[in-house]
């Protein structure tokens, strides 16, 4: 048995429709109208002059990543390797070392994050079970002209300080 076809008339067939003199005209006249009521009063546009004015980042923002530290400094990485093993984008290197100060095991002696490779998804962030990591730093624009730059090292992580306090953090969510 043959399929019923329902044959449906094409709107916007005649010879003023396909032309569309009338349609565009009055995509015209919204733009106009637009640039006219905007060159009146342009006090409703919503312009923002960056980068003279930055924008309002909330305080767990995903930006660029900081390692934390103790109140004496050091880091409060333990070389665990969950973060690096976790990243999708396979662009954290830890090589650990042993710890002397008595605050854990290891420590490490090199991380390195290359910001070319990451995808800025906070799973390091989940993953570290101490809070040694974060992307808490406010940094959204991350540029330069050399790829070597791009590379972060495990003194500029740890030198790096939160862009929040660490009550705005915590009260930030995930
Ligand atoms: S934000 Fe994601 S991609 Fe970037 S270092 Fe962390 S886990 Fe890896
Ligand atoms: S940052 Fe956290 S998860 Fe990554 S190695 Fe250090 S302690 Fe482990």
Sequence with gaps: MGAKVKIIERKGSSLIERLYLIEIAKGMATTFGHLFRNLKDNRNLYVRHYPEVQPEI??????????????????KCVACFMCQTNCP???????????VDGKAEKMPVKFHIDL??????????????????????????????????????????LAT??????????????
């Design 58 to 75: 909330p305080a767990r923002w995903r930006g660029r990543h900081r390692l934390t530290t103790h109140e004496d400094g050091t880091a």
């Design 116 to 157: 070319l490779e990451c995808i800025y998804c906070g799973y390091c962030v989940e993953a570290c079970p101490l809070d040694a990591i974060r992307m808490d730093t406010g940094i959204f624009s991350v540029t330069d002209n050399n790829r070597e730059s791009f590379l972060l090292g495990l003194e500029e992580l």
């Design 89 to 99: 984008a396979k662009c954290i290197m830890i090589e650990a070392g042993e710890r």
């Design 161 to 174: 300080p939160g862009a929040c306090s660490e009550e705005e953090y915590k009260k930030g969510g995930a």
